[in-house]
């Protein structure tokens, strides 16, 4: 459990140095909202992670087994990445910032199939909705150092710099993976990399609702993403200093993302998974709505506090159970390959429907944009339906 919150530490911490925090230097430079909008598409190796995660089942590093060998070394080229994507300046090299973003995006969705596939097989099906509420935790708090943390820093030092640091804590995260035990592997792993690329699909397909699950993942959570990925330049626009934003969208809202990924772990177990996906799924839909009423309170300290400490909450809830969700649909021998599938579906809104949010923003304007966000939550909830006969 331990190194299920440490590992999602250093999953969490890379996401927003090339979102929200690289929004901000973007913001600070005088680059435009629509372009700030587009740049979520040096994302896309989060969706296409599937692609080459069966070279991860399939191969093993001579050193420190399966996951670790792999892991470690992916872990020292993301650190050295980061650091680089701070020597690059927004507002003259807007394709070098967009280059040295890929990367980094790249690398990090690399060590995200290892850490996904290290945890689904190192616990117990008992211990997946636990560990996926510590992994998500520790993913937050990763979070949150790098772009809570970083924004307050960037007053001081300047964004450079804290893209240095974020590069030497990245390179921590070596100590964890020497640290943590190599899972033992299970029987029938693929013996060729055509068996890696193959099976793993052939196996998941053949399921009665293969294609409803890849669904249900793609759209339980693409309001709560769409409305996520505006909302900095949303704080700026309303008023907020960086520093305002840093106190209490990222440090103070993290604890509430503590409190519902603890109790969005014992709830799972107390009420099971179906009931579970649907009570905090109608919260994040809620949630979402709460940004409406920060758009027409206007620079309200209490109401961004009430706002996102909901948002914050009902995020933890909900994304506890969607993790375990996805580490139950996924067979041992094949983890990396079917878990890269299943949250590469799940990074989707992220990146391309998240895209063109800058426009829609500027279209609708915010109280419209965020109204539109909660209500295209509603048919991934009633997926939800068509799984009841074995998820209940």
Not at 164 to 191: D, F, K, N, Y
Request: with cysteine; aromatic share 14%; net charge neutral.
């Amino acid at each position: 459990m331990a190194v299920a919150f440490f590992m999602g530490f250093y999953s969490g911490l890379p996401l927003l140095l090339t979102g929200s925090l690289l929004q901000a230097w973007m913001r600070e430079s005088g680059v435009d909202l629509a372009t700030i909008g587009l740049f979520a598409l040096v994302g896309l190796p989060y969706t296409g992670k599937f692609l080459w995660a069966p070279l991860f089942d399939r191969y093993a590093l001579p050193l420190l087994g399966r996951r670790r060998g792999w892991l470690l070394l992916v872990q020292l080229a993301l650190a050295g990445a980061i650091a680089g994507l701070g020597w690059v300046d927004p507002a003259h090299a807007p394709w070098g910032v967009a280059l040295a973003a890929l990367l980094v995006a790249f690398l990090s969705a690399s060590q995200d199939i290892l850490i996904d596939a290290y945890r689904r097989e190192s616990l117990a099906e008992l211990e997946q909705g636990l560990g996926a509420s510590l992994y998500v935790n520790g993913y937050r708090l990763g979070m949150l150092l790098t772009s809570g943390g970083g924004l307050i820093l960037a007053d001081f030092i300047g964004f450079r710099q804290v893209y240095a640091l974020c590069g030497l804590l990245m390179a921590s995260g070596a100590v964890i993976t020497l640290w943590a035990r190599e899972p033992q592997s299970a029987h029938g792993v693929p013996r060729t990399l055509a068996e890696a690329v193959v099976q793993p699909f052939l196996t998941f397909f053949r399921r009665e609702d293969a294609l409803w699950i890849l669904a249900f993942i793609l759209l339980y959570k693409i309001g709560d993403t769409m409305a996520s990925h505006m909302t900095m330049p949303f704080y700026l626009d309303l008023g907020f200093s960086k520093t305002e934003i840093g106190a209490v969208v990222k440090l103070f809202g993290f604890w509430a993302t503590i409190a519902g990924g603890l109790i969005g772990g014992v709830l799972i177990l107390r009420l099971g998974l179906y009931a579970s996906l649907w009570g905090f799924g109608v919260l994040q839909a809620l949630s979402t709505a709460g940004f409406v009423l920060l758009a027409w309170w206007g620079r309200d300290l209490l109401g961004l506090m009430g706002v996102v400490t909901f948002e914050n909450l009902s995020a933890g809830l909900g994304t506890a159970a969607f993790v375990a969700f996805m580490a139950s649909q996924t067979d041992r021998r094949f983890t990396a390959t079917q878990y890269a599938l299943l949250s590469s579906l799940m990074g989707i809104p992220r990146v391309i429907v998240a895209a063109p949010t800058g426009l829609l923003a500027e279209w609708l304007g915010w109280p419209g944009f965020f109204l539109c966000c909660a209500l295209i939550a509603l048919p991934g909830l009633l997926i939800l339906l068509r799984f009841r006969h074995w998820l209940a």
